[in-house]
């Protein structure tokens, strides 16, 4: 069967019920939120763990925060991903779902490494509650599952985009292979590229820890600046590590795919040399460029999360696959309860989030007016 | 029709029916726990009770790592394990309902948020910001439980879906209003279950309180659940009832789960006017086991009554859409398979696979064969549901007289395929599966 053909076939009968990039939009967006929180995971992780290893009294400070820190910061990611999981099967299903149905069992592993992660996040926080060292074999574990995680989603991702090897994937010499054992795709550089960022976003997000905490009297100032300082560093040498493979992976993408040529890949690059322009700059005084810096941190994952649609467009188009030619059948009810939720939600959360904001601020005695 | 992905011996259907009824535990906890925790929060202030608020520390610690991780990730884990046994079925509910769902992400943040700034501003803001971001997070909670039972319970009855392929014609069905009342009871019977769990750690005063708030609140929860469970069956259609009456399994699935029923309400009967001795962590999560049994007798009543098919009156359990959907566009496949063939129509075999030859039926018969039973069969003696027990002693010729040909008669899905493809199917199922004598290539590709 022709692949055009088959791509056709496996779209879902009953169409999209809204315009079609309206979806992609949300995919987009919620993937960059996602992808940028599971970074701050796994190198809020990584610190949290490797600080504890070290030990000392800023050491182990920085671990207990990062270790907190990161189990809000799981939780949130788990549920940013739900999103762009839900958007790709409405636009892209027969990519998802046919890469997804070979590889059944992974998928399942997916999610049970990620469960058992958590778990061990939970036991590794608790144990360093109290400022103590110990239990960095349970952090070690979070942190391998998390990436274990990662592998397995970039595969399915990766799987999905070759749709001309699926037949010979799914039975090879003829023959079905029904397991769900299916490892067939994997790219390190552009798994790379998305796990790097991680230690240049959680540089910044530590220099945004001691910019929030800065006003507050009764913290350690010296430690905060101690902080901040770590995480400038660690922002700069991740990101020379991040042009070096985002070079990589451009230079080795199949050349027909003609991607270089596009103009988000160079939108892309300009933001990245601001962004480390502003890292170097930042080398000074920290605390003072955190609150850019973390803006900039997200519109640049927003800009990598673009280019990667765009470039999932350009495989896709090789079979003249276009998510703007999936047949509609609109449903105004059911997109207006969302949007009308979405707004109404965001006005909602920012209530709690204003007064953990103003609480993490003030002294306890002012935060009991709250 | 996509790849297909084959757990042998213990089936499809086992994975996600786990994993679902794990997943009511956390899911029913996270949406009723927060209800008590209001309550016993303004108990602890009006009273002056300070190890009130000590439980809910406890308590609120043990929902995040219980419903924020097991919780979550098992919600997400239905949606997988249902996409690699029926891709097909999850696309349509997709296709239709991606807004309900996005709809309930939305709330998911409210409770993401307000249950981790509850939790990390006990004893830092004023008691009654504090009591409002509770309150906040438990309307969130049980307001995802209002958008999710409407997909639910479209599984069972799409209502007037089926001719305007309206979203809320199908959302707000005739299961709905049972089945989102008897849920909303059953959150209060589980999150009483599971508070017993965390007052069964406390050593102190309020053990005896928050027993007996978890018994009443678990008791009142268990008896009205069961009553609009009641109404519930009122409002399945005639093939359900039909399906539990008939189908050995799924009766002695209902009668689990009623005995439980009984056990867990004299349970909370016990924890709310007893003395309390017995409580204990162990107890409690003995009662929660017991409870688990319980939620899969029920789970698999409803979701067996809806047989053959996954989404009533559209699809068939094996993912083949059934009947026209003239609303969306949609034309049933079974005349188009029975005409043009099911392996002329599968993408994802080898071109050599689609004409059925002498040489090539046995291949052939096993894609066919796996498509359309793979779904609720396993293949191989001895496992769950196997088609290798069910056929025992029948030829291929047999196959088909006695199995393939009356199927629609049950509540199993036709089989859909041209009589050449029925019986390569059937000479697989008699070859290999059953272990018989080879069945005649000519017999198979010609009819005769």
Known sequence: MEISAMLSQLRDPMGVPFFPVVFQVLMVLTFALHIFMVNIVVGGSFMAIWSRVKGGDYNLRLSKTLAKATTVNLSVAILLGIAPLLFVQVIYDPFWYSATLMSGWWSMLFLLIIMLGFLALYVFYLKGRNGTSGGGMFGWFTLGAVLFAGVIMHMLAMQSLHPEEWVKWYAPGGVMDTSGWAFNAFSIERFLHFIVPAFINTGIFMMLYAWYFKPRSDMDGAYLDWVAGVGAKMALYAFFVQIAIGFWFLLGLPAELNFIYNPWVWIAALLALVALGMVVKAQKDPIASAPILGLLSVVAVLGMSINREVLRMKYVGVYEYSIYDYPMSMDWGSTALFLATFVAGLVVIAYPIGIAFKAGRMSAEAAKEL | ?448
């Open chain 2, 1 to 448: 029709m996509y790849p297909l992905f084959e757990i042998p011996s213990v089936g499809g259907p086992m994975l996600i029916a786990s994993i679902a009824t794990f997943h009511i535990l956390p899911s029913h906890v996270a949406t009723g726990a927060f209800w008590m925790a209001y309550f016993i929060e303004r108990k602890s202030i009006n009273e002056n009770r300070p190890e009130l608020m000590e439980f809910l520390k406890r308590f609120t610690l043990s929902i995040l790592i219980f419903c924020f991780v097991t919780g979550s990730l098992t919600g997400v884990g239905i949606w997988y394990s249902a996409t690699v046994i029926s891709p097909r079925a999850i696309s349509g509910l997709i296709h239709n309902y991606v807004w309900g769902w996005a709809t309930e992400w939305v709330f998911f943040i409210i409770e993401i948020v307000t249950i981790y700034v509850y939790f990390y501003t006990f004893g830092k803001v004023s008691n009654k910001t504090h009591l409002r971001i509770g309150l906040l997070y438990a309307l969130a909670a049980w307001i995802s439980m209002v958008i999710i039972t409407g997909i639910l319970g479209f599984m069972m009855t799409p209502g007037k879906w089926l001719t305007t392929g309206g979203f809320f014609d199908g959302f707000f069905n005739e299961t709905y209003w049972p089945q989102l009342f008897t849920r909303t009871s059953m959150m209060f019977a589980i999150a009483g279950a599971y508070a017993a769990v965390v007052a069964g750690t406390l050593k102190d005063g309020g053990r005896d309180t928050i027993r007996k708030i978890a018994g009443r609140w678990g008791l009142g929860g268990i008896i009205a659940g069961a009553l609009f469970t009641l109404w519930y069956y009122t409002k399945l259609p005639a093939n359900a009832l039909e399906n539990i009456q008939q189908i050995a399994y799924t009766s002695m699935m209902l009668k689990v789960s009623l005995v439980i029923g009984v056990v867990m309400a004299l349970y909370f009967l016990l924890l709310a006017f007893g003395k309390g001795g017995f409580v204990s962590p162990v107890v409690g999560i003995l009662m929660m086991v017991v409870l688990f049994a319980g939620i899969g007798g029920g789970e698999s009543v409803r979701e067996i009554a809806r047989r053959p098919y996954l989404i009533p009156g559209y699809m068939y359990s094996n993912q083949i859409i059934g009947h026209d959907m003239a609303a969306k566009g949609v034309s049933s496949e079974v005349e188009k398979f029975n005409s043009e063939g099911l392996l002329t129509n599968y993408p994802f075999i080898p071109e050599d696979l689609r004409v059925i030859t002498a040489d090539n039926y046995l291949k052939a018969g096993e894609v066919i064969t796996k498509l359309e039973c793979v779904a609720c069969h396993t293949m191989e003696a001895g496992g769950r549901n196997s088609l290798a027990d069910l056929e025992a002693g029948l030829t291929a010729a047999g196959i088909v007289t006695d199995i393939l040909d009356d199927l629609a008669s049950s509540y199993m899905p036709p089989f859909v395929g041209t009589e050449i493809e029925k019986r390569a199917a059937a000479a697989y199922m008699s070859d290999i599966l059953l272990g018989g004598e080879a069945t005649d290539a000519d017999w198979v590709v010609n009819g005769d």
